[in-house]
């Protein structure tokens, strides 16, 4: 999330794709109205007519996994009137970067795709340099390979008629949306656009909010207050979860995982830190040594030595192109290659896409461990329905963990704000938190390899790690200490005491760090800065709504990213109402300045977007699996058989597993003709693994439905309440039918193309009666993250004469 929840008050429009925040995301919505308060327009586009839809000034209505057709039709709209902010994207993007000789793009296609493999080589995307070694640029857009010239030629194809057609929104209503967000490509305006699973739960999830990165960057929106792209967290902490490498791929602090071919630590430094010829880039990630041997130095501590590069050989390496997310950890416990499992905070028997694979794998396990406030779908797999629970060889450890009443510590929210929260009451009955299950847990396995030995011991027997949990504790390690005595400025820190700031890290073993972004969030000098609880602001933030002394924030309590973008060259505020940070001539004033040093206009001056090598926004982005620009694919369950923008219907590079595939719809599959969505529901969070089990809540939403259009419902025979069965390649699910105006067909291609949406929240356990909605979704999943997309497949439905338990 680039800006942060109090921001959005000061955004000119809204527009929330992939979400619906009055809902499940009601914090951020109170900001929402703040700024309809102050003359917003709000626009809601979503499958869906919901709560978020009847406050917001109109409602557009798309078809389920068409976001980037109508985002990238935004885009040719922007930039073939003209209304991108042309001194802004000259400065501050890689839009005058002439791109190589090798690079192209045909038919949905990208340069270098390796079909077998299905994957590209993105070196076809590099950019023409110099003899020197420099990125040659056209600041007057001359060169046809100039980037701003292919986003130009890439987005021409996203005409009106295209857009509309695979869309299903009428061109009337596309304008309504373009014009009203496009009129914030003005220095003294502002837009925001904020986001859910509606976006990332799609095989091209990661191109959807690209896309918007491109629409917010042509109109200056990045940066400013008011602007920004802002992911919506699922619940309180998942923020802080990925700040510390919940993701397979990275390290805390989102340092790269070191791969296989990185034998040394040298060999991953080197393939780590980026280097440029920018003379007024940062680049922040030069750093990246400081960060990562400081990290070995918290992990490893006296045993991290120069000798033994910190400990570098003892941290497990990823295969170049290896996946270890979630949904190989599935297939390699069907298969046999995995004995047992740990599954703390997520319910797979019930979350996971294709349901029925996750089950079935779960049979193979030898053991597993759940750490549950509940029984869950997943604990409970062994007896679900119809399954013989003395033929289920998996012996199950259900573990009872403590709510989050129970316990303290800090959460990070969505807008990266560090707040403590303090335990209400004791954990009931021998439920314990997380840290008083996993502590103990690893010093039984240590007892066991110093009694007894054990391959690969080194990690293990050499990790700094404590005797019990306490949470207090953790945090000062993240921020990070000093190993010997040093001196900054006119201050000396003995050996022992916090590191100040992640600029003082050093690369030489002296500091250490579970967490650069979180270094400066605990000191010697303010103490655990998470507790902070004053509202005190300079006149200057309280504009804004900064609040700087409410908890921290990380990087450094910067409260809005990449905030010197906000300026024009000379350090004056586009807007000069709203100012985010202000050169004063010496230094900068308002919120903490991203990177520092003076204004990129002059000599000395430096480029605000400090954590891209070259120090500018990326519209041309060579880092992503799918292509440098976001390109419309149809999901890979699809009522279509082809359309306007290319011949490559689906991506060419999304993931699944050859042996699923039979269990897919083929594109316009006569047998399942109807799109089904999932989402979430105010009742019931997430799984509804908690909320479920919550009396009143579950008497306020019983159990699975389906809504459905009244065209649906009358072509279908189908009536309100009445019990139906959905049915996908995948699977069966019963539910009762919502025959709502809120829902409506789709006129796509000229064919009427029908949607249904259900909410992800139940399962068979509690209540025992139908089942989850996962049961129908597919096993197919997006090539940067693995995500699963569950908001687009195929299903058809019919009315049952009475509801049955399906096995």
Request: glycine share 8%.
């Amino acid at each position: 999330m680039t800006n942060h929840w109090i921001d959005i008050k000061n955004a000119n429009c809204v527009l929330i794709m992939g979400s619906n925040c009055a809902e499940h995301h009601p914090v951020s919505f109170k900001w929402v109205m703040a700024a309809k308060d102050n003359g917003a327009t709000l626009i809601h586009v979503d499958p869906k007519f919901s709560r978020t839809s009847a406050r917001c000034d109109f409602h557009v209505p798309l078809r389920s996994g068409s976001d980037v057709a109508f985002l990238g039709g935004m885009i040719n709209y922007i930039i073939e009137n003209k209304l991108y902010l042309e001194e802004y994207v000259h400065l501050y993007t890689n839009a005058d970067f002439v791109v190589g000789k090798d690079y192209y793009f045909k038919d949905g296609v990208f340069s270098g795709l390796d079909p077998e493999k299905r994957r590209y080589d993105a070196s076809t995307w590099a950019f023409e340099k110099d003899a020197s070694g420099a990125i040659v640029t056209d600041p007057e857009w001359k060169n046809p390979r100039c980037v701003f010239n292919l986003l130009k030629e890439h987005y021409s194809r996203y005409t009106l008629d295209n857009v509309s057609s695979v869309t299903g929104v009428s061109k009337e209503n596309i304008l309504r949306v373009y014009k009203a967000f496009t009129a914030t490509g003005k220095p003294d305006k502002a837009g925001t656009i904020m986001y859910a699973l509606g976006w990332t739960q799609h095989t091209n999830g990661v191109q959807i909010i690209r896309c918007s990165t491109l629409v917010q960057l042509l109109l200056g929106n990045i940066g400013v207050a008011g602007g920004g792209i802002n992911a919506l967290r699922g619940e309180p902490n998942v923020q802080g979860s990925t700040d510390q490498a919940l993701l397979y791929d990275s390290l805390p602090g989102y340092i790269g995982m070191p791969r296989a071919n990185q034998h040394t630590l040298e060999q991953y430094l080197k393939a780590n830190t980026p280097t440029t010829k920018f003379k007024k880039s940062i680049n922040w990630k030069s750093n990246t040594p400081k960060y990562m041997v400081s990290l070995l130095k918290a992990w490893f501590g006296e045993a991290a030595t120069k000798n033994n590069e910190f400990g570098y050989q003892w941290l497990p390496k990823l295969e170049p192109f290896g996946d270890y997310s979630y949904y190989t950890v599935i297939d390699n416990a069907l298969h046999d290659r995995m004995r047992g499992g740990f599954v703390f905070g997520v319910n797979p028997c019930q979350s996971f896409a294709d349901t029925h694979k996750v089950r079935n794998a779960m049979d193979h396990l030898d053991w597993l461990v759940c750490g549950e406030l509940h029984n869950s779908e997943t604990s409970d797999n062994w007896h679900r329905p119809g399954v013989d629970p003395s033929k289920i060889k998996t012996e199950v450890f259900l573990l009872p963990s403590a709510h989050r009443i129970e316990k303290e510590g800090s959460i990070a929210n969505s807008g990266r704000w560090i707040q403590w929260f303090y335990k209400g009451v004791e954990p009931a009955g021998e439920a314990r938190n997380f840290g008083d299950m996993l502590v103990p847990l690893m010093n039984r396995i240590r007892e066991l390899y110093k009694a007894e030995g054990g391959a690969n011991p080194e990690p293990l027997l050499n990790t700094i790690w404590p005797e019990t949990f306490e949470p207090e504790e953790w945090t000062k390690r993240l921020n990070g200490y000093f190993w010997e005595d040093t001196k900054i400025g006119n201050k000396l820190y003995r050996k022992g005491q916090l590191v100040p700031a992640f600029a003082n890290l050093k690369a030489d073993g002296t500091t250490s760090s579970l967490n650069w972004i979180y270094t400066a969030s605990y000191t010697e000098e303010e103490g655990n800065k998470s507790k902070r609880r004053s509202t005190k602001q300079t006149p200057l933030q309280a504009r804004l709504g900064i609040y700087p002394n409410w908890s921290w924030c990380w990087p450094m309590n910067r409260r809005i990213l990449y905030n010197r973008a906000s300026v024009d060259p000379q350090g004056k505020p586009w807007n000069p109402s709203l100012p985010v940070v202000v050169w004063t001539g010496k230094d900068w004033v308002g919120d903490i300045p991203d990177g520092g040093g003076a204004p990129a206009g002059y000599e000395n001056g430096k480029l605000p977007f400090i954590m891209n090598a070259d120090g500018v926004a990326q519209l041309f982005g060579p880092g992503r699996a799918d292509g440098p620009f976001p390109e419309h694919y149809e999901p890979v369950e699809t009522p279509l058989t082809s359309h306007p923008f290319s011949k490559q219907l689906s991506s060419p590079v999304y993931k699944f597993f050859k042996e699923d595939v039979a269990r897919f719809a083929k594109p316009g599959d006569p047998r399942f003709p109807i799109v089904l969505t999932t989402y979430s529901m105010t009742e019931h969070w997430c799984g509804g693994g908690e909320t479920r089990n919550t009396p009143a809540l579950l008497e306020c939403e019983p159990q699975l439905y389906v809504e459905m259009s009244r065209e649906l419902a009358e072509e279908k025979g189908i009536k309100n309440g009445d019990g139906v069965l959905l049915e996908s390649a995948r699977g069966k699910v019963e539910a009762i039918a919502m025959v709502t105006v809120r829902l409506r067909p789709f006129t796509i291609q000229g064919k009427t193309v029908h949607l249904v949406g259900m909410p992800f929240a139940f399962g068979w356990l509690t209540p025992e009666c139908g089942d989850a909605t996962n049961r129908l979704t597919i096993s197919a999943f997006d090539p940067n993250t693995s995500i699963q997309e569950c908001k687009a497949c195929l299903v058809n439905i019919r009315k049952l004469d009475k509801l049955t338990e399906i096995g």
